[in-house]
């Protein structure tokens, strides 16, 4: 999704031209397995969940059975991947064990899923 945005310039010590800009910032809206609310994946929040599991770009592809370039092209944000793809992504990355955070306040972010101990 692309949001556009609106500012007026000044121009010679006057307000002139009112100018929209459309944000290159992308937010993919994919539908969640467990809830029946929307979840939304960044390219940031792709990049820290790999970080978190020590994963390469090709190794996501490859659990997300993407290519290489989809992965490359969604972190970087060169271009809007389908919600088939960010579903894909955000799909391998929760099964590798990273938990997606709601923006409540803080913003989005991710973590890594508690592993439950061993009951002996």
């Avoid at 010590?13 to 937010?27: D, F, P």
């Avoid at 992504?89 to 439950?116: C, H, M, T």
Wanted: charged share 25%; proline share 3%; net charge positive.
């Amino acid at each position: 999704m692309i949001c556009p945005l609106r500012f007026a310039v000044m121009l010679s010590g006057s307000w002139g031209v009112l100018i929209s800009i459309r944000s290159t910032k992308n937010v993919y809206p994919v539908e969640a397995t467990m809830s029946t609310e929307n979840v939304e994946i960044t390219p940031s929040q792709c990049r820290a969940g790999r970080a978190l599991l020590d994963m390469t770009q090709t190794k996501l592809a490859e659990l997300a059975g993407l290519g290489l370039s989809t992965v490359v092209d969604f972190e970087r944000e060169r271009r809007q991947v389908s919600a088939a793809a960010a579903n894909a992504i955000l799909s391998a990355l929760k099964r590798a064990g990273v938990e997606f955070i709601d923006e409540n306040g803080g913003g989005p972010g991710v973590r890594l899923r508690k592993r439950q101990q061993k009951k002996d």
